[in-house]
């Protein structure tokens, strides 16, 4: 066992016990103290984000898409902080009381929405995950441990230390929020298994993380990220839309989960929106590799391989292909999806309907761009990560996410 992994999860059990009981309005100020600090603190975040930033520029494997989630600027850390804002407005679900009913011998019986504990993050790249967790979790009365990458260490050092000093002065214990910092694998395989210590553990990452948390972990997991995403153009969609919606899909912003990895496109409507969407696509730099029947539409698209379909790219690359249905899209979408997000363009609203319905997804679209799967863009503050099975929660984890329910039984002295 880690030892620093053990000391830091004791601390945080204590924590938890405190922040179980601490006011709303005291969580809402570390909150907001959290958010000016930051703000204020943004040169020195900046300086600890570029040593990472440096060091990972001369390393092997580099992708531009990486270096992108692990960038920290001016714009990103506002963002952040103003998420922290976001959430102290939220309405604590901590204490809410539901279900109450009057039993026939005067018990009354119902449910109050507690924390969950200590809660452990494993998590790759994006040091704005470190403030979003820390905040979800304060809200929420959970302490967190939090295990990053060795390529953002240097920034999750300096964010985790801003953190706890505001929370020193809110009042707060600082072991609320803690970070591992030795990045060996013996750290991350010791926090999977501290059952009696961490009450739920959360990847986020690739697919190779997340495969390798499920596998090894013994305490409970909610599996997230994984982000092989379509978007369906069925026939009858409005051209204009359709490329646009298309377009942002994929290169707003590539290397993240909710962006779209195949386009596929209704054979009614292929003559009308490849030529259009594939020449933007091309214009934007995505790599596209598609079926024999897209090639013909565009001198740029490369023939995909088996391999494509189930491929999440997290970059520039796009496979698309033709189909003959909306029946055949949404075999293809459940077969090689990872139920993250699925979007479909369409005039018809009975066959919306049908998509939302048939697609096995933790988000599904109607004519919207899937890089709208997001903690704050569906008004949740920030997330934890975006969860993509279906026991507890699905799709972003926002701060009910993060709770339990317990009963709670009022008598007047019933005997059994």
């Not at 531009?64 to 902080?81: F, H, P, Q, S, V």
């Not at 985790?160 to 009042?171: H, N, S």
């Not at 359709?242 to 290169?251: F, G, L, R």
């Not at 409507?269 to 013909?296: F, H, M, N, W, Y």
Request: aromatic residues 4%.
């Amino acid at each position: 066992m880690h030892p620093e992994v053990v000391a830091k999860a004791e601390s945080a059990r204590n924590a938890a016990a405190v922040l179980a009981g601490v006011s709303t309005g005291a969580k809402n100020k570390a909150l907001r103290l959290i958010a000016a600090a930051l703000k204020a603190q943004q040169k020195k975040i900046i300086e600890a984000n570029a040593r990472d930033l440096e060091r990972y520029r001369g390393s092997p494997g580099y992708s531009e898409a990486l270096y992108d989630r692990l960038l920290l600027n001016e714009e990103r850390i506002t963002a952040a902080a103003d998420g922290l804002i976001e959430i102290a407005a939220l309405e604590d679900p901590i204490g809410e009381v539901t279900g109450m009913k009057l039993r026939p011998n005067g018990l009354q019986v119902g449910q109050m929405r507690v924390p969950l504990g200590v809660v452990g993050i494993i998590y790759e790249a994006r040091p704005n995950v470190t403030v979003d967790a820390a905040g979800l979790t304060l809200k929420s009365g959970n302490a967190v441990i939090l295990r990053g990458g060795s390529e953002a260490v240097h920034s999750n050092i300096c964010l985790v230390g801003i953190i706890q000093e505001q929370l020193r002065k809110a009042d707060l214990p600082a072991a609320a929020v803690q970070l591992i910092e030795d990045t060996d694998r013996s750290a991350a395989r010791t926090l999977m298994r501290l059952n009696g210590s961490v009450d739920l553990l959360i990847p986020r990452g690739g697919p190779s993380l997340i495969k390798t948390v499920v596998e090894n972990a013994t305490v409970p997991v909610i599996q997230t990220g994984a982000g092989n995403c379509h978007l369906y153009i069925d026939e009858g969609a409005v051209p204009e839309m359709a490329v646009e919606i298309a377009v942002n899909a994929k290169v707003q912003r590539p290397g993240v989960c909710n962006a779209i990895e195949t386009l596929l496109v209704h054979e009614a409507a292929a003559k009308e929106i490849l030529p259009p969407a594939l020449s933007k696509l091309d214009q934007a730099g995505v790599e596209l590799r598609g079926c024999p029947r897209t090639v013909s539409y565009h001198r740029a698209v490369k023939e995909a391989g088996e391999d494509d379909w189930g491929n999440e790219y997290l970059d520039l690359i796009l496979a698309v292909k033709v189909v003959d249905s909306m029946d055949e899209a949404i075999t293809h979408i459940n077969r090689y999806g990872t139920m993250h997000s699925e979007a479909i363009v369409t005039a018809d609203y009975h066959r919306a309907r049908l998509f939302l319905s048939r697609v096995d997804a933790a988000a599904v679209y109607v004519n919207a761009s899937t890089r709208f799967t997001d903690g704050g863009e569906f008004g949740l503050g920030a997330e934890m990560g975006i969860s993509t099975q279906k026991l507890h929660v699905r799709g972003p984890m926002g701060l009910k996410a993060l709770t339990s329910l317990k009963y709670i039984i009022y008598g007047s002295g019933q005997v059994r």
